[in-house]
Each structure stands twice: as structure tokens, then as C-alpha cells.
């Protein structure tokens, strides 16, 4: 065969599937698999042959069932153009699973086959049956096949494969592998069992041997009645031959046959006769056909415009003006007659139904099709297209006179205003935006204008069953007591993104000629509508752009109160009298303007996938870019609202953080900012299709500048918090008192501290922002796409800064008054003489007054903020050190005693308040000491004596100071 090759050998790439059960039908791939199923001469997989299933596809692909063989195999076609190929790929032979025992008088939803399903049925009969057939593979060591038992896990077919190149675990293969079968079968077996498998195979196969010699024992009857019946038919046939006359039984069949074939000749002869004669007739009652065909179109017509099968009544009348053109046949003339009536008061149906609207594209298609294979006079095509264009404008200054009508108020500015999920219900002031000339919008809501449509056709199309739908959804929308001009610039959206597109569709269908395709027109029809098409394609470009400026001028008048002014001269007339919405833009309407921006720039995109003229593009674009801004800055306003009355929320309760408590008001700060962040991430991070880089970065910086401006604000809050007026807060106590009645809660109980208790919580919320909110709120910032702004947050921590600055001083002077205020005071007590006053016999009272009250302070700060504690102790004796100098100063002599008094007096406070001693404390404590002089060791062991005895009496009161020092 080698020397017969002229083409390359097959190559098998692959097979789908890649195991199954014998009979899978398999999908064979590769390249050189034979130039036809006759090339093929050999297919075999796990060395048998599956040439009798072949199904020759190409010679890339071939379709076989797979062979009675188990395991992996190769898959090797041999052609007489290439010889013998090679393979690739493998297919893994699977065991079928047992069939279960049938009843023959059962259905069974499997096919068996016939001699499987007698074995199965009839197992237990004494039929002769052959020793080598088996239902079904058994183990030949009498072992059950374990699955992966005992948690190991069976090998794969690929990796035995690998392992046995050459070999296979099917037993009846010819490369059976007896370890491969092990590995498969028998992973989990102890030794003790396959021994005894072992020697249950030696003894069936000394059974095997006696097999064929007990089978022709036990089915010799068998053999004996096949013989004595083949016998007879010999001898039945061979005295036939020779009884027969004249020649042998081959020649007497022979005769039978050339009778038989003499008369059928005979017979078709005469069924041709019969061809012959039903061929006249079929040609004459093809004729009356014909007739019959003219006589009954009228009525065929009237029936089939009543059903609505335009289709046929346009194939009907072509066929008749083809069949019966130029007839002098007075009878038909007169049919024909009547038909072009019919036909005529057809045109004018499809003319009226063309020009009732809302209609779908497709409707609108049929019908001007219709029309055109009718011969209809003009350009339907053009008449729908300018009738659709006044239907959009009617609709247009239709919704506009309804929100605008007199007594007209769905919404009244008094009335609480829902408002949607995740935006605060904070009310506004409201303040002017200012206004560009932009354009585009879309919505959920529709009206249904029928008065200005006209009247519609007796069939509902699914575009007018979803107009009335959508009618329902604005109803709905009303019902939620959404403002006035929201909803207004729902419903103009709406209808420009459900209009607009197949009004687009219609007129491109129309110059691109796709509108006319399948209708045959005359030439003179032809040119005409080619010259029409021309000439209007421009006209058709200012239809659009009209409608897109009425829509956005509606938009833009109703969204900015300066938009109508600054309107051209023709635009202001074309859109007449506008009446301004009496809602407030800022209150009841801002809320609603992220899903008015989500809906317009959905509008926006369905329009710039449309491919609009540039101009009709570019209005839509700017006015959703004009949105956008609108709701930002709407947002921001109201989120800055929302912070400058933060400070009539502030209810001074307070919760533990790290180092302190804090109010609710960085918390209640920190929502509003991350609220309105999230909320605009849609509108000002993600920038339209086709917007200019110019429109982006102008957006992003205006929402910088209104971030900076939230921030000065909460500044602003805390400081009137920190410094305002107390009958300000008493005035906000009576507030919070009269809402908590409102609302059952708290009715009676005045929340507000004490102004000094005050200032340590503002306090402690400033340290708290600039150390958590804040950076938390610039990592917002930044994470969602905002532009990174280090000096905004620079300036605002130097404003945070300052603020607390402010605050502790005005704490530490409020706290320094009273504490100052008693040493002078307390050094002179009972006309107290520095020169001749007696041995001291303890520390003196103002000394204890002024720890005590430090004691206070301490205990104060403390309990709002152990970080400041330090802080403001530090200062208090800064001050106390510098008055206590000051009055030593003025001292002109010290006897020995008053020297004792000062000495014990300067070092009390030393120690007592060591750990809040700072560099200047210090160094005045010192120059106190310097100005008594030198003291001898008898002074010093008094000093030492009272100090003790003042420890003793005052131990527990101070260890407050102590507490804090071994904290720290």
C-alpha cells in the first residue's frame, strides 16, 4: 500500500466526546481523513474497527460509534490516498451501567437490544446458549471493583496512560495490562483477597477447557434437527427438478418473470392514456381557474382588508393588474373596475391610519410599503415623516401647557415633599445658578396626548399600548407628590428618548432606501422618489434639530430661572408665554434632580447612539452637562445648609472614644459629607460620552471649592458652639426641649452643659476631627475620583488648629481667674506679715484652696478628655508660678519663720504638681526659692517634718495627681 501513497497520512487531532459507553457517536478531527467516505478504508479505535458506522463529513471531520472496548485507546484511520495515520488524542471506553430486569409486556424508556434483552428475559430458560456471551463484564477474580474506597483516590485513565503506554485494562483487549486492571479495579484489595481471587481464576479456567466439549454434549439434539432439516430441503429441491417439463425450476421462475413484466408493460400503457387525458383537464381548469381568481377578488379583498392581511391584498392586485392589464374583455374590464374602487378607499385607509399617531416604526414601515405597492400618488414615506414631526412638537408644547395650565398644582411649595432614598430632607434657601445654553434629558414617566394625535386606529400597536402604559407611570409618579418641575422634565424626557428614536429610524430608513426594498416601482415613480429623497435630506436634518431645541429650551426654562431670557428672539417665540414653576428649586426640588441627571444622561446616550446631526448632539450634551452642574452645586448647597444648622442638632450627649468622649456632631458631620459625596460620584466622577475634558475639569473643580466650603462651615459651627452667647443656648435648650415633646422623648430634660464643661467638649470634637473624621473624609474624597486637594486639607487643619487654640485659651483664662485669684488673697489672711509672723506649724489654708481647685479642674477635664488633662494643668500652674512670683517680689524682708512659710508653701505645690510642671514653671518655682536665700539644715529638716505631716492629712485627695502621672 506504501507505494500508492500520493497524499500526506491522517492525522487524528482530536475526538468529541472523549470517553463514553460502547455505541457513543463520536466526532473525529484532524487533517488528510480521506478525500471521500470511499478513501476511507480503515477506522479503528482501541484496535476495532468502526468502518461500518463511518459517516464521511469531510476531510477534516469524520462521525463514527465507538466499538465494544474499554479503556484508553488510540484512534487510527487508514485511507488508500495517505496509508495508515497516526493519532494524537485517546478515547476512553466506559461500562455501561447493568440494565434492570424487564417485563416483556413494559415499556422501558431504553433500547436494548434484542439479543441482550431475550438473555435478560429469558435467563433462566433451557434454550442453548453460547459459553463466550456475557451480560456483562465480570471481575475474573470474583472480586468486587472498589471506587476509591477507604479515601484513596482511584487513578485516572490519563495517568494509566502514561504509565502503560502500550497497554490497556480491558480484558478482552489484545493489549490487556494485568497491573493497569489492578491499579483500576482493585487499588483497595488487600493481599489476602486478590490470593484468593487468584486461585478462583485458576479453577474457572480448568473449567473453561471442558467448555466447548459440554456445550456440544449438552446441544447435540440441536444439531441433529438442523441437519435432518437441511436434508430435506435438499431432497425437496431436487425432486422438483425433476418433475418439471420442458426445463429446469431456474427456467420455469424465469418464464413467471417475463409474464409478469408482459403485463405490466401492458397496464402502464394504459395508465399513460390516463396521464394523457387528466393533463387536458388540468390545463382546463387551470383556465377557469384563472377567470375564477378575477371574479372572486372582490370579495377576497374586502375579506382580507377586514382581517388585516395587507400581504395578500397587495400580492391579489398585482397579480390581476399582471394577468388582466389592457383586457378588451368587457366582463373582466368591469371587474377590474370594481377592483381599482376597492383598492382606491383602500389607499385612503392606509393614508388616515399612516397619519394616527403613536404608531410603532414597524407599523409605520408596513404601511408605507402597502402604499407603494399600490402605486399610491406622492411620498408617503415623506408625509409620515412630517406628520410624525408635528406629533412630536404637538406633544412637546402639549406637556408644557399642561404643567402650565391656570389652577394647575400637583404639588403645593407648602406641603412636605417626599423625598427619594439616601438624600437628607433638609430644606434650603434658594439662590441663583447661573445658566448655559446646553440640552438633554430622559425619564420614566410619559403622557398620553390622544386630543393631539388624532383619532387611533381600531388595533392597538404595541408602541400606542406602551404609550398608554406609560401614561399609568406618570400617573404613579404624581401620586408620590414629587414637585412640579420635576415632573415636568420627566415627562418632556420621556418623550423625546421613546419618540425621537424611531422618528431617526423612519427618516434614515428612508434616505438610505432600505424603507423601499422588495417594492418594484415603474421608472418614472422611481426617479421621482430618488429626487424626493434628495431634496428633503436636509429638511429632514432641521426637523430633528427643531425638536431637540424645543426640548431642551423647555428643560433649561424650567430647571434655570434665567434660561428663557436668554433665549433668541425666534426661540422665545416658537416656545411662547412661559409661566416659572412656584416650588423652590433648592427645597422641594433639589432632592429630586440626581435621578433627574440619571435619567437625562440616559437620554443623552440613547440620542449620540442614534448619530444626530452635531448640532442637535451638542444641545443635548450641554444641557446634560448643564444638569449635572446644576445638581451639584444644588447638593452642595444644601449639604452646606445641612452644616450650618448642625449646631441646633447638637444635643451634648456624648459617647467614649480613644482618650475622651465626643458629641454627635463630628458624627452627624461626617454622614452629611460622605452622603453627598456618594451622591454626586455618579453625576461629577463619571463624564459623558463626548464630553469635552474643559466640561470635566470644571466640574471637578467646582466641587473642590464647594468641599472647601463645607469644611469652613462645620469650622464655623464649632466656633459658635464654642463661643456663643448664653442666651443663644439657652434659647436652643428650649428649642430641643419643645422638639423633644413632639416626639415623646426627652420633653423636660435640658441636655446643655455648663459653658466651661462647654468648651472641654468642643475641645475634645476638635481633637477627635482632626485626628479621625477628617483624614477619613479626604480618603473618601480622593477613593471615589475626586482630585486629590492637600491644601484644602492643610487649611482646614490650620482653621481646626486655630479654633482649639482659641477654645483652650478661653478655658484656661476662665479656669486661671479663680485659681489666681486665691493667692494673693490667701497670703494675706489675718494681716499675715512675711517678717514677724510665728513658726508655722502646717501648710496654710489658700494652699489647699489652690490644690483643691486644680483638684476640680482636674477632675473636669479628666472626665471629657484624658489627652488635654496635661495640657491644661500645665498652663494653670504656668500662671500660678508667675503670680506666685510676682507676690514674693513685692515682699521687702523675710524673718527666719516666713522664710520656713515659703519654703513649705512653694515646695508643696513643687512636688504635689511635679508632673504638670513645665520648662517656665519651673524656672519661676526656682526664682521663688532664689529670692529667700540659702536656708540652714535645721530649716531644711522642718521643711522635711511639715511635708510629711502634709501627705499624711492630704494623701487621698492628691492621688488624683498621682493616678495621672503613672498613667502616663
Given at each position: 500500500m506504501s507505494g500508492s501513497v500520493d497524499l500526506p497520512v491522517?492525522?487524528?487531532?482530536?475526538?468529541?466526546?472523549?470517553?463514553?459507553?460502547?455505541?457513543?457517536?463520536?466526532?473525529?478531527?484532524?487533517?488528510?481523513?480521506?478525500?471521500?467516505?470511499?478513501?476511507?478504508?480503515?477506522?479503528?479505535?482501541?484496535?476495532?474497527?468502526?468502518?461500518?458506522?463511518?459517516?464521511?463529513?469531510?476531510?477534516?471531520?469524520?462521525?463514527?460509534?465507538?466499538?465494544?472496548?474499554?479503556?484508553?485507546?488510540?484512534?487510527?484511520?487508514?485511507?488508500?490516498?495517505?496509508?495508515?495515520?497516526?493519532?494524537?488524542?485517546?478515547?476512553c471506553g466506559l461500562e455501561p451501567e447493568p440494565s434492570p430486569l424487564l417485563d416483556p409486556l413494559e415499556e422501558s424508556e431504553e433500547w436494548m437490544e434484542e439479543d441482550l434483552a431475550a438473555l435478560t428475559i429469558h435467563g433462566h430458560s433451557k434454550k442453548p446458549q453460547s459459553p463466550v456471551y456475557t451480560r456483562k463484564m465480570i471481575d475474573p477474580l470474583g472480586l468486587s471493583w472498589d471506587e476509591g474506597r477507604g479515601g484513596k483516590r482511584k487513578p485516572s485513565n490519563d495517568n494509566l496512560g502514561e504509565m502503560f503506554p502500550h497497554g490497556s485494562g480491558n480484558l478482552l483487549a489484545q493489549n490487556f495490562n494485568p497491573a493497569w486492571f489492578l491499579l483500576e479495579k482493585h487499588r483497595t484489595t488487600s493481599f489476602q483477597d486478590l490470593k484468593s481471587g487468584l486461585r478462583r481464576l485458576e479453577m474457572e479456567v480448568e473449567k473453561s477447557d471442558q467448555a466447548p466439549i459440554k456445550f456440544i454434549t449438552d446441544n447435540l439434539e440441536a444439531f441433529l434437527q438442523c441437519y435432518d432439516t437441511l436434508s430435506d430441503v435438499n431432497e425437496l429441491l431436487i425432486r422438483n427438478e425433476s418433475e418439471s417439463q420442458g426445463g429446469t425450476l431456474t427456467d420455469r421462475i424465469e418464464e413467471l418473470l417475463r409474464a409478469s413484466t408482459r403485463n405490466a408493460e401492458s397496464l402502464f400503457e394504459g395508465v399513460l392514456k390516463c396521464k394523457s387525458r387528466a393533463d387536458a383537464t388540468r390545463n382546463a381548469l387551470t383556465v377557469l381557474q384563472r377567470y375564477r381568481f378575477l371574479f372572486n377578488l372582490p370579495k377576497s379583498i374586502e375579506k382580507n382588508i377586514r382581517n388585516g392581511e395587507y400581504d395578500i391584498v397587495t400580492n391579489d392586485y398585482e397579480r390581476a393588474k399582471s394577468l388582466f392589464a389592457g383586457t378588451q374583455v368587457k366582463v373582466f374590464k368591469k371587474v377590474l373596475e370594481e377592483v381599482e374602487n376597492q383598492i382606491h378607499k383602500f389607499r385612503d385607509d392606509l393614508h388616515k391610519k399612516l397619519h394616527v399617531l403613536p404608531s410603532s416604526l414597524e407599523e409605520q414601515k408596513?404601511?408605507?410599503?402597502?402604499?407603494?405597492?399600490?402605486?399610491?400618488?406622492?411620498?408617503?414615506?415623506?408625509?409620515?415623516?412630517?406628520?410624525?414631526?408635528?406629533?412630536?412638537?404637538?406633544?412637546?408644547?402639549?406637556?408644557?401647557?399642561?404643567?402650565?395650565?391656570?389652577?394647575?398644582?400637583?404639588?403645593?411649595?407648602?406641603?412636605?415633599?417626599?423625598?427619594?432614598?439616601?438624600?437628607?430632607?433638609?430644606?434650603?434657601?434658594?439662590?441663583?445658578?447661573?445658566?448655559?445654553?446646553?440640552?438633554?434629558?430622559?425619564?420614566?414617566?410619559?403622557?398620553?396626548?390622544?386630543?393631539?394625535?388624532?383619532?387611533?386606529?381600531?388595533?392597538?400597536?404595541?408602541?400606542?399600548?406602551?404609550?398608554?402604559?406609560?401614561?399609568?407611570?406618570?400617573?404613579?409618579?404624581?401620586?408620590?407628590?414629587?414637585?412640579?418641575?420635576?415632573?415636568?422634565?420627566?415627562?418632556?424626557?420621556?418623550?423625546?428618548?421613546?419618540?425621537?428614536?424611531?422618528?431617526?429610524?423612519?427618516?434614515?430608513?428612508?434616505?438610505?432606501?432600505?424603507?423601499?426594498?422588495?417594492?418594484?416601482?415603474?421608472?418614472?415613480?422611481?426617479?421621482?422618489?430618488?429626487?424626493?429623497?434628495?431634496?428633503?435630506?436636509?429638511?429632514?436634518?432641521?426637523?430633528?434639530?427643531?425638536?431637540?431645541?424645543?426640548?431642551?429650551?423647555?428643560?433649561?426654562?424650567?430647571?434655570?430661572?434665567?434660561?428663557?431670557?436668554?433665549?433668541?428672539?425666534?426661540?422665545?417665540?416658537?416656545?411662547?408665554?412661559?409661566?416659572?414653576?412656584?416650588?423652590?428649586?433648592?427645597?422641594?426640588?433639589?432632592?429630586?434632580?440626581?435621578?433627574?441627571?440619571?435619567?437625562?444622561?440616559?437620554?443623552?446616550?440613547?440620542?449620540?447612539?442614534?448619530?444626530?446631526?452635531?448640532?442637535?448632539?451638542?444641545?443635548?450634551?450641554?444641557?446634560?452637562?448643564?444638569?449635572?452642574?446644576?445638581?451639584?452645586?444644588?447638593?452642595?448647597?444644601?449639604?452646606?445648609?445641612?452644616?450650618?444648622?448642625?449646631?441646633?442638632?447638637?444635643?451634648?450627649?456624648?459617647?467614649?472614644?480613644?482618650?475622651?468622649?465626643?458629641?454627635?456632631?463630628?458624627?452627624?458631620?461626617?454622614?452629611?459629607?460622605?452622603?453627598?459625596?456618594?451622591?454626586?460620584?455618579?453625576?461629577?466622577?463619571?463624564?459623558?460620552?463626548?464630553?469635552?475634558?474643559?466640561?470635566?475639569?470644571e466640574l471637578l473643580k467646582n466641587s473642590v471649592e464647594h468641599y472647601r466650603a463645607l469644611l469652613e462651615h462645620f469650622v464655623c459651627c464649632l466656633d459658635y458652639l464654642a463661643f456663643q452667647q448664653e442666651d443663644d443656648l439657652h434659647e436652643e435648650s428650649l428649642t430641643l426641649m419643645s422638639r423633644g415633646s413632639t416626639s415623646g422623648s426627652h420633653a423636660t430634660e435640658d441636655l446643655s452643659p455648663p459653658s466651661d464643661e462647654r468648651l472641654l467638649m468642643i475641645l475634645s470634637n476638635l481633637s477627635y476631627v482632626m485626628s479621625q473624621v477628617i483624614p477619613q473624609l479626604f480618603d473618601c474624597f480622593v477613593s471615589h475620583g475626586y482630585p486629590q486637594c492637600p491644601e484644602i486639607l492643610e487649611m482646614t487643619m490650620e482653621q481646626l488648629r486655630e479654633l482649639?487654640?482659641?477654645?483652650?485659651?478661653?478655658?484656661?483664662?476662665?479656669?486661671?481667674?479663680?485659681?489666681?485669684?486665691?493667692?494673693?488673697?490667701?497670703?494675706?489672711?489675718?494681716?499675715?506679715?512675711?517678717?514677724?509672723?510665728?513658726?508655722?506649724?502646717?501648710?496654710?489654708?489658700?494652699?489647699?484652696?489652690?490644690?483643691?481647685?486644680?483638684?476640680?479642674?482636674?477632675?473636669?477635664?479628666?472626665?471629657?478628655?484624658?489627652?488635654?488633662?496635661?495640657?491644661?494643668?500645665?498652663?494653670?500652674?504656668?500662671?500660678?508660678s508667675v503670680e506666685m512670683l510676682r507676690l514674693l517680689r513685692e515682699v521687702e524682708a523675710f524673718s527666719y519663720n516666713g522664710i520656713l512659710y515659703a519654703i513649705i508653701e512653694l515646695t508643696v505645690l513643687q512636688e504635689t504638681l511635679s508632673f504638670y510642671l513645665n520648662d517656665v514653671s519651673r524656672k519661676n518655682f526656682q526664682r521663688c526659692i532664689e529670692l529667700l536665700g540659702e536656708t540652714n539644715m535645721e530649716a531644711n529638716m522642718r521643711v522635711r517634718e511639715l511635708m510629711m505631716e502634709f501627705k499624711k492629712r492630704t494623701g487621698l485627695q492628691l492621688r488624683c495627681f498621682r493616678i495621672q502621672r503613672d498613667t502616663t
Amino acid at each position: 500500500m506504501s507505494g500508492s501513497v500520493d497524499l500526506p497520512v491522517p492525522v487524528v487531532s482530536g475526538i468529541s466526546p472523549r470517553e463514553g459507553v460502547p455505541g457513543t457517536r463520536v466526532t473525529i478531527r484532524g487533517e488528510n481523513l480521506g478525500t471521500d467516505k470511499k478513501d476511507v478504508i480503515g477506522l479503528t479505535i482501541h484496535g476495532q474497527s468502526c468502518l461500518a458506522s463511518l459517516e464521511y463529513t469531510s476531510s477534516k471531520k469524520l462521525v463514527c460509534q465507538t466499538p465494544n472496548a474499554f479503556g484508553q485507546g488510540s484512534i487510527i484511520v487508514t485511507t488508500l490516498s495517505g496509508g495508515e495515520g497516526t493519532c494524537t488524542v485517546s478515547f476512553c471506553g466506559l461500562e455501561p451501567e447493568p440494565s434492570p430486569l424487564l417485563d416483556p409486556l413494559e415499556e422501558s424508556e431504553e433500547w436494548m437490544e434484542e439479543d441482550l434483552a431475550a438473555l435478560t428475559i429469558h435467563g433462566h430458560s433451557k434454550k442453548p446458549q453460547s459459553p463466550v456471551y456475557t451480560r456483562k463484564m465480570i471481575d475474573p477474580l470474583g472480586l468486587s471493583w472498589d471506587e476509591g474506597r477507604g479515601g484513596k483516590r482511584k487513578p485516572s485513565n490519563d495517568n494509566l496512560g502514561e504509565m502503560f503506554p502500550h497497554g490497556s485494562g480491558n480484558l478482552l483487549a489484545q493489549n490487556f495490562n494485568p497491573a493497569w486492571f489492578l491499579l483500576e479495579k482493585h487499588r483497595t484489595t488487600s493481599f489476602q483477597d486478590l490470593k484468593s481471587g487468584l486461585r478462583r481464576l485458576e479453577m474457572e479456567v480448568e473449567k473453561s477447557d471442558q467448555a466447548p466439549i459440554k456445550f456440544i454434549t449438552d446441544n447435540l439434539e440441536a444439531f441433529l434437527q438442523c441437519y435432518d432439516t437441511l436434508s430435506d430441503v435438499n431432497e425437496l429441491l431436487i425432486r422438483n427438478e425433476s418433475e418439471s417439463q420442458g426445463g429446469t425450476l431456474t427456467d420455469r421462475i424465469e418464464e413467471l418473470l417475463r409474464a409478469s413484466t408482459r403485463n405490466a408493460e401492458s397496464l402502464f400503457e394504459g395508465v399513460l392514456k390516463c396521464k394523457s387525458r387528466a393533463d387536458a383537464t388540468r390545463n382546463a381548469l387551470t383556465v377557469l381557474q384563472r377567470y375564477r381568481f378575477l371574479f372572486n377578488l372582490p370579495k377576497s379583498i374586502e375579506k382580507n382588508i377586514r382581517n388585516g392581511e395587507y400581504d395578500i391584498v397587495t400580492n391579489d392586485y398585482e397579480r390581476a393588474k399582471s394577468l388582466f392589464a389592457g383586457t378588451q374583455v368587457k366582463v373582466f374590464k368591469k371587474v377590474l373596475e370594481e377592483v381599482e374602487n376597492q383598492i382606491h378607499k383602500f389607499r385612503d385607509d392606509l393614508h388616515k391610519k399612516l397619519h394616527v399617531l403613536p404608531s410603532s416604526l414597524e407599523e409605520q414601515k408596513k404601511t408605507i410599503k402597502y402604499l407603494l405597492e399600490l402605486d399610491c400618488e406622492g411620498d408617503p414615506a415623506w408625509d409620515c415623516i412630517t406628520n410624525t414631526h408635528q406629533w412630536l412638537l404637538r406633544l412637546l408644547f402639549n406637556c408644557k401647557e399642561e404643567f402650565q395650565a391656570p389652577g394647575r398644582r400637583l404639588y403645593s411649595p407648602g406641603e412636605h415633599t417626599p423625598l427619594p432614598p439616601t438624600l437628607d430632607s433638609t430644606d434650603g434657601q434658594g439662590f441663583s445658578s447661573a445658566y448655559h445654553s446646553r440640552g438633554h434629558t430622559r425619564t420614566v414617566s410619559e403622557v398620553s396626548f390622544a386630543s393631539s394625535a388624532g383619532s387611533l386606529s381600531s388595533q392597538a400597536t404595541p408602541a400606542s399600548r406602551g404609550q398608554q402604559g406609560s401614561a399609568i407611570k406618570i400617573m404613579c409618579a404624581r401620586d408620590t407628590g414629587r414637585p412640579n418641575r420635576i415632573l415636568f422634565v420627566e415627562e418632556l424626557t420621556a418623550l423625546i428618548s421613546e419618540s425621537l428614536p424611531d422618528f431617526w429610524k423612519l427618516g434614515q430608513a428612508y434616505f438610505s432606501g432600505s424603507l423601499f426594498q422588495g417594492v418594484l416601482f415603474s421608472g418614472e415613480h422611481q426617479q421621482q422618489m430618488l429626487e424626493s429623497c434628495g431634496n428633503n435630506k436636509n429638511r429632514f436634518e432641521v426637523m430633528v434639530q427643531e425638536i431637540v431645541e424645543v426640548f431642551t429650551d423647555m428643560v433649561n426654562c424650567s430647571l434655570f430661572p434665567d434660561a428663557h431670557g436668554s433665549l433668541s428672539k425666534s426661540r422665545k417665540e416658537r416656545l411662547g408665554e412661559w409661566v416659572s414653576f412656584d416650588d423652590s428649586l433648592h427645597e422641594s426640588s433639589g432632592a429630586w434632580l440626581p435621578l433627574i441627571v440619571r435619567q437625562i444622561r440616559e437620554c443623552v446616550g440613547s440620542l449620540q447612539n442614534l448619530v444626530l446631526p452635531d448640532k442637535a448632539v451638542g444641545l443635548a450634551q450641554q444641557l446634560a452637562f448643564n444638569v449635572r452642574t446644576l445638581c451639584a452645586d444644588t447638593l452642595f448647597y444644601r449639604a452646606t445648609r445641612d452644616i450650618e444648622v448642625l449646631h441646633e442638632r447638637e444635643d451634648w450627649r456624648v459617647h467614649a472614644e480613644e482618650g475622651g468622649i465626643v458629641t454627635s456632631l463630628p458624627i452627624l458631620f461626617e454622614n452629611v459629607v460622605v452622603e453627598v459625596l456618594l451622591t454626586l460620584k455618579e453625576i461629577v466622577i463619571e463624564s459623558d460620552p463626548g464630553e469635552s475634558k474643559e466640561n470635566h475639569e470644571e466640574l471637578l473643580k467646582n466641587s473642590v471649592e464647594h468641599y472647601r466650603a463645607l469644611l469652613e462651615h462645620f469650622v464655623c459651627c464649632l466656633d459658635y458652639l464654642a463661643f456663643q452667647q448664653e442666651d443663644d443656648l439657652h434659647e436652643e435648650s428650649l428649642t430641643l426641649m419643645s422638639r423633644g415633646s413632639t416626639s415623646g422623648s426627652h420633653a423636660t430634660e435640658d441636655l446643655s452643659p455648663p459653658s466651661d464643661e462647654r468648651l472641654l467638649m468642643i475641645l475634645s470634637n476638635l481633637s477627635y476631627v482632626m485626628s479621625q473624621v477628617i483624614p477619613q473624609l479626604f480618603d473618601c474624597f480622593v477613593s471615589h475620583g475626586y482630585p486629590q486637594c492637600p491644601e484644602i486639607l492643610e487649611m482646614t487643619m490650620e482653621q481646626l488648629r486655630e479654633l482649639g487654640e482659641r477654645v483652650f485659651q478661653e478655658y484656661i483664662s476662665r479656669k486661671s481667674e479663680s485659681l489666681v485669684g486665691l493667692v494673693e488673697p490667701g497670703m494675706q489672711v489675718g494681716f499675715f506679715d512675711w517678717e514677724q509672723c510665728s513658726e508655722p506649724e502646717e501648710v496654710r489654708s489658700y494652699v489647699k484652696d489652690i490644690l483643691l481647685t486644680l483638684m476640680v479642674v482636674h477632675a473636669e477635664v479628666y472626665a471629657v478628655s484624658s489627652l488635654v488633662v496635661r495640657r491644661v494643668l500645665s498652663r494653670l500652674v504656668e500662671l500660678l508660678s508667675v503670680e506666685m512670683l510676682r507676690l514674693l517680689r513685692e515682699v521687702e524682708a523675710f524673718s527666719y519663720n516666713g522664710i520656713l512659710y515659703a519654703i513649705i508653701e512653694l515646695t508643696v505645690l513643687q512636688e504635689t504638681l511635679s508632673f504638670y510642671l513645665n520648662d517656665v514653671s519651673r524656672k519661676n518655682f526656682q526664682r521663688c526659692i532664689e529670692l529667700l536665700g540659702e536656708t540652714n539644715m535645721e530649716a531644711n529638716m522642718r521643711v522635711r517634718e511639715l511635708m510629711m505631716e502634709f501627705k499624711k492629712r492630704t494623701g487621698l485627695q492628691l492621688r488624683c495627681f498621682r493616678i495621672q502621672r503613672d498613667t502616663t
